[in-house]
C-alpha cells in the first residue's frame, strides 16, 4: 500500500554535506511520524531524527547541531541534511513512516530499502 524510497546517499570526505531525501507513495491519508534510522556494520538500527505532521523533531545527541530533520506534507516527503559529516556517520540510512492509510484507522509501520552514507576521514 505504502513505498518509501531513499535518495541522496554516497561517499563525502569528513567535514562534508549530504542531503537525504525520502519519498512516500501508495494509499495515504495522513504520515503523523517520520524518522531517520541508520546502521553500521555489526551494530544495532538507531533512531536518527524523527519529525511529526506537526513539525515537532527530536535527534539523536550524537548529530544534534550537525543534522536537520524537515518534511513537506503536500509531497509526502522528508529530508536529512547532514553537514561536519564525521567518519562515524558512515552507515546505511533507513527512511521509516509511521501512515494512517484511510481516516479512524491505526497506523502502520512502513520502511524504506535505505541509502548508503560512506564518510571518510
Known amino acids: 500500500q505504502v513505498q518509501l524510497v531513499e535518495s541522496g546517499g554516497g561517499l563525502v570526505q569528513a567535514g562534508g554535506s549530504l542531503r537525504l531525501s525520502c519519498a512516500a507513495s501508495?494509499?495515504?491519508?495522513?504520515?503523523?511520524?517520520m524518522g531517520w534510522y541508520r546502521q553500521a556494520p555489526g551494530k544495532q538500527r538507531e533512531l536518527v531524527a524523527a519529525?511529526?505532521?506537526?513539525?515537532?523533531?527530536n535527534y539523536a545527541d550524537s548529530v544534534k547541531d550537525r543534522f536537520t530533520i524537515s518534511r513537506d506534507n503536500a509531497k509526502n516527503t522528508m529530508y536529512l541534511q547532514m553537514n561536519s559529516l564525521k567518519p562515524e556517520d558512515t552507515a546505511v540510512y533507513y527512511c521509516?513512516?509511521?501512515?494512517?492509510?484511510?481516516?479512524?484507522?491505526?497506523?502502520?509501520?512502513?520502511w524504506g530499502q535505505g541509502t548508503q552514507v560512506t564518510v571518510s576521514s
Open positions: 521509516n513512516a509511521d501512515v494512517i492509510n484511510f481516516y479512524g484507522r491505526r497506523p502502520s509501520l512502513y
Open positions: 501508495g494509499v495515504i491519508f495522513s504520515i503523523p511520524l
Open positions: 519529525i511529526s505532521s506537526g513539525g515537532s523533531t
